[in-house]
């Protein structure tokens, strides 16, 4: 009874009535995990299903972080302002899949928590994860209607921590991706288009125009992040990396993925506000 109120509370809006958009989204956040417990019980995670389902769990921890702070900008880009009190909703998805990776990898380990413990102490990538853990389990507890109204002017100052929390996750999704790091620089340029908006003055952010310019400069930026990681961080050549970009026969690179990205938001913002300058019923 008490899951099912609880259900029930999150696909409500402020007026407790039943909000279908949070209804979807809560179904949308609850997928992934569905998704590895399905595959888990059907025996399709691999060879290795702990560690497998540790990598999805964290992935989507990263994926759902990024998402919420996409919130504010996609709410100005497209003049949609119902979707703002989503963004608690899928920080606090990002919190639960990053404590439900952690689990996981406890479970690997057997439940020995000192080894755990020496493991997070020894190894940096586990270290950097683990700080990133903690500051994501803060920002959730402290998300309640109750903790805001207690923290007051102090609960906006603690949530900015959301960024450098942010680099870390990215970081460690890095550390830990090995050679392959293509998803892991795909969602930093994400991060990246997310930032350049944040600098972009605000008057230019009400409008849909600057977002192709953000979307080259995002482009750009990645290639640059992807350029700096294989030069420093493997053994790989950078430059080849970097000419892929211009290649697409294996499909596009994370800078030509954020680039279409961005371009293609930058046209759903500019026919939405065309449609709703001549007379067309605002999008929910």
């Known amino acids: 009874m008490f899951l099912l109120n609880s259900v029930a509370s999150l696909v409500k809006d402020r007026r407790g009535r039943f909000s279908p958009l949070r209804a979807v989204t809560l179904a949308i956040l609850c997928a992934p995990m569905l998704q590895v417990m399905v595959l888990a019980a059907i025996g399709g995670l691999g060879g290795r299903p702990v560690m497998e389902a540790t990598h999805k769990t964290g992935d989507w921890a990263v994926y759902f972080l990024l998402l919420s702070l996409g919130v504010t900008p996609l709410r100005a880009v497209l003049d949609w302002q119902r979707i703002v009190p989503l963004r608690r909703m899928i920080g606090v998805a990002s919190a639960c899949y990053a404590g439900v990776h952690f689990l996981i990898y406890c479970l690997d380990q057997h439940w020995h928590m000192l080894t755990v413990a020496s493991e997070i102490a020894?190894?940096?990538?586990?270290?950097?994860?683990?700080?990133?853990?903690?500051?994501?389990?803060?920002?959730?507890?402290?998300?309640?209607?109750?903790?805001?109204?207690?923290?007051?002017?102090?609960?906006?100052?603690?949530?900015?921590?959301?960024?450098?929390?942010?680099?870390?996750?990215?970081?460690?999704?890095?550390?830990?991706?090995?050679?392959?790091?293509?998803?892991?620089?795909?969602?930093?340029?994400?991060?990246?288009?997310?930032?350049?908006?944040?600098?972009?003055?605000?008057?230019?952010?009400?409008?849909?125009?600057?977002?192709?310019?953000?979307?080259?400069?995002?482009?750009?930026?990645?290639?640059?992040?992807?350029?700096?990681?294989?030069?420093?961080?493997?053994?790989?050549?950078?430059?080849?990396?970097?000419?892929?970009?211009?290649?697409?026969?294996?499909?596009?690179?994370?800078?030509?993925?954020?680039?279409?990205?961005?371009?293609?938001?930058?046209?759903?913002?500019?026919?939405?506000?065309?449609?709703?300058?001549?007379?067309?019923?605002?999008?929910?």
């Open 122 to 284: 020894l190894r940096f990538y586990l270290t950097v994860g683990f700080v990133t853990l903690l500051g994501l389990l803060a920002l959730a507890t402290t998300s309640t209607d109750r903790m805001i109204a207690r923290l007051g002017r102090r609960w906006k100052k603690l949530h900015k921590l959301a960024y450098p929390l942010t680099v870390l996750a990215l970081f460690h999704y890095f550390l830990q991706s090995k050679a392959d790091v293509s998803a892991a620089v795909f969602v930093a340029g994400l991060f990246a288009w997310e930032m350049l908006w944040r600098v972009t003055p605000h008057a230019a952010r009400l409008n849909w125009w600057p977002v192709p310019l953000l979307a080259f400069a995002a482009a750009v930026t990645t290639a640059a992040v992807e350029f700096a990681w294989y030069g420093l961080a493997t053994r790989i050549d950078p430059m080849r990396v970097l000419s892929a970009n211009l290649d697409l026969s294996y499909g596009p690179r994370p800078a030509v993925a954020i680039l279409l990205a961005g371009l293609t938001l930058a046209l759903i913002a500019g026919i939405r506000r065309r449609w709703r300058q001549r007379g067309g019923v605002a999008m929910a």
